[in-house]
């Protein structure tokens, strides 16, 4: 269709486009999928922009090729004179700014106001090497102006604008990277991880991202969000295939919560460095629209990571829910789009919206029509697992359990599964119980209800927060369970990992286990 336009039709959407980047400077907003009402997570202009202007009719945003809107931004590029940067948000290890320069592997920050006005940098980003517990390393982490410096805009100028006695001829040598960027500036020993990168990364950046733009989320629509979609992910520091877990869940969550975003990776990270790198007459820089910059070194320099809850995330979305910018529902839209794309039924995937409205008409959860459903995590064939006798003893009392209420019961093995079986499965869970594992990452996919709940069998004496942090953000009632005691917050024990931790004879006293199910199921541990 777009190929039949006239070249004069496409000059004056080229214009007119031209013109409402001007009046509002977000160019995001152009995207055609923005309007497009298919996708299932971001379809609605977040109100800040959305009052700024009027969005033009639909059938112009296809006018363009691919061509032409490269034509726009590089006479974008003409006009813009040092857009200043501006952090939208911040805590520490993630932030998000506006105009946001990159040259020379070097972040920079173009503003007139003086640098002590914006955060600490060490609390914005790092090196992004490898973490080890070492003093050396964690030095050789720390930030400096290699990593994010500062410029005035006269600066700027000076290094990337055109030259004075060119001014007829050449133009500033900043390139805008239009949208909304995911910049993960995390190790590969972080990202190649189900957890850390479903549960810890993409949870804390769409914490961040959802409070920044204090995106609204519709409990009878909540595959909606305000906030503005999210164009690119870029991971600096992996490639191609270091963001990627064995199992294969992490690009399957990206691909199906954020169907249009484009990935890049180390090496293409490199080129953009490569390709900035001349300096003098060639200086050149990348302006990036809106950057969500996350950084798990930074996050860690936090109060929240580094000694309460040592959840990355921890940071964004306490940060977020302090300031009441975080929606109830706000993980529903990336909960619900991977779940859709794994075929669950539509009325599996409400269930959480469905308890909260007969709370509302001040009615039970579970209701009579709703099956409990009781999911163990069965890690017999893997490393870390129960005492075999304790595991036999356990499934033959939740099955007991199950049979004597009328509940379901599913002993699963993650590894003999395929994913939309295990999402399903999840899905349904009211109680998900395992030992402490990758396993009980699949929390994530399960609908909060009053009674939802997550049992997290560890050897005693140990204790993590990844799942119980994790939990506890998602509006799930976590169990750390010691063979035949508990914890739950706010009493908590430290975080420890004594001998036998990873072992294969960790301890469970069946009886325990059903007695939480029980209690938590009627209500009597809210
Ligand atoms: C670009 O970065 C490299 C590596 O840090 C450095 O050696 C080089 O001098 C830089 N180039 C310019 C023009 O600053
Ligand atoms: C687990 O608890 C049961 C019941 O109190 C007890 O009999 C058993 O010895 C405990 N096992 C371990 C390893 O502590």
Known sequence: MART???RDVVLVLVGALCMHIATSFFGM????????DIIVNTQVNHHEAAAAAPPPPQELNAGTP??????????????????????????????????????GTLFVVSSRPSSEFPDIRLITSTGLPAENTPENIAARMPTAKDLDFLTPAEARERWGASLENLETHRNRVYPVHGNTFLFNDPQQFLDHYYHFCAELLLGAWAMWQGTFNAKVDPANAE?????????????????????????????????????????????WQDRIAASAAGGAHARAWRFDTV?????????????????????????????????????????PVRRAVLRFADVPGATIALGTRAAERVERGLAVP?????????????????????????????AALEQLCAARGWEFNNAKAELLTKEEQLALVAKTTVLLGVHGNGLTHLIMMSPTPVSTVIELFFPGGFAHDYEW??????????????????????LPWVDYPEGFQGTRIPVHAPTVVQIIEERIAGRLP
């Open 5 to 7: 336009r006239s070249l």
């Open 30 to 37: 152009f995207q055609p999928e923005f309007f497009s009402g």
């Open 67 to 104: 061509q032409d809107v490269v034509t726009v931004d590089t006479s974008v590029a003409a006009v813009d004179d040092f857009a200043e940067t501006t952090v939208e948000s911040h805590a520490p290890g993630w932030t998000v700014f506006k105009n946001l320069y990159m040259s020379n």
């Open 224 to 268: 909606v969000t305000t906030a503005p979609p999210v164009t690119r992910a870029i991971f600096v520091h992996a490639d191609a295939n270091g963001w990627r877990d064995r199992p294969g869940f992490n690009s399957y969550f990206l691909r199906a919560a954020f169907p249009d975003l484009t990935v890049e990776v180390q090496s293409d």
């Open 292 to 332: 969500l910059l996350a950084d798990r070194s930074a996050a860690f320099r936090g109060v929240i990571c580094g000694t309460q809850v040592h959840r990355t995330a921890g940071e964004a979305f306490h940060h977020m829910r302090n300031l009441g910018a975080l929606a109830r529902w706000w993980w529903e």
């Open 367 to 395: 209701g009579p029509d709703d099956t409990v459903v009781i999911t163990y995590v069965n890690r017999q064939g893997v490393r870390r697992h129960l005492i075999d006798e304790d595991h036999d003893a356990l499934v």
């Open 470 to 491: 994790t939990a506890r953000a998602l509006g799930h009632k976590h169990f750390a369970v010691w063979n035949d005691t508990y914890h739950t917050y706010p009493n």
